[in-house]
């Protein structure tokens, strides 16, 4: 993309740490445009934007997130997702949309969070016998889309639905 711009502009790659690049940022005088896929306001860098620099103005132009897309490619109404991300973040949200015994669950994952680490993690709570798992790559790229189930290894991130097959039973008390 660099390579793309006119002369006299500046390409600011998004990478950890964040302080940099909004150093980078302040450094500019003039607007910026920020490239973000999908819909930066669904767990991306708008927010990220909007929590570091709130008194910026900030125009979105929002495309498919990669759940959404995901459940476009498997034909999957999703009004009633629970969505969770764990791309930096504790497994928290997951455990609890499993717990509560969500029908659908949508999960962004980063690099030690893969499919296969969420597979494994319900399968040590007994969770694998209730979900079947969709992972979706590199969506909206023609040439390397891929949705499979889970069948290792993905390239990450990427995202994953998993679809309650069953209701796991959920006893309650003791018999007396």
């Known amino acids: 993309m660099a390579s793309q711009l006119p002369t006299g502009y500046k390409w600011i790659d998004i990478t ?12 500019l005088t003039d607007n910026l ?3 973000a896929s999908g819909d930066p306001l669904f767990y991306g860098f708008a927010a990220t934007v909007q929590r570091e620099r709130p008194d910026w103005h900030l125009t979105v132009y929002p495309s498919f997130h990669s759940l959404q897309l995901l459940a476009h490619r498997l034909c ?8 969770v991300s764990l791309t930096g973040r504790p497994w928290d949200a997951l455990d609890e949309a499993l717990i509560s015994g969500c029908s659908l669950i949508g999960c962004l994952t980063d690099w030690a969070k893969t499919p296969e680490a969420i597979w494994q ?8 016998a209730y979900y079947t798992m969709t992972v979706g790559e590199h969506l909206g790229n023609p040439i390397a889309e891929r949705v499979t189930p889970l069948n290792p ?3 990450t991130p ?5 679809r309650q097959t069953a209701v796991r039973p959920r ?3 003791i018999p007396e």
């Open 158 to 162: 990427n995202c994953v639905i998993l």
């Open 171 to 173: 006893p309650f008390g």
């Open 76 to 83: 999957l109404p999703y009004q009633n997702m629970r969505m």
């Open 33 to 35: 445009i920020i490239f």
């Open 16 to 27: 950890v740490p964040l302080d940099d690049v909004f150093r980078q940022y302040d450094e």
């Open 153 to 155: 290894p993905h390239q």
């Open 121 to 128: 993690r319900m399968k040590e709570y007994g969770y694998d």
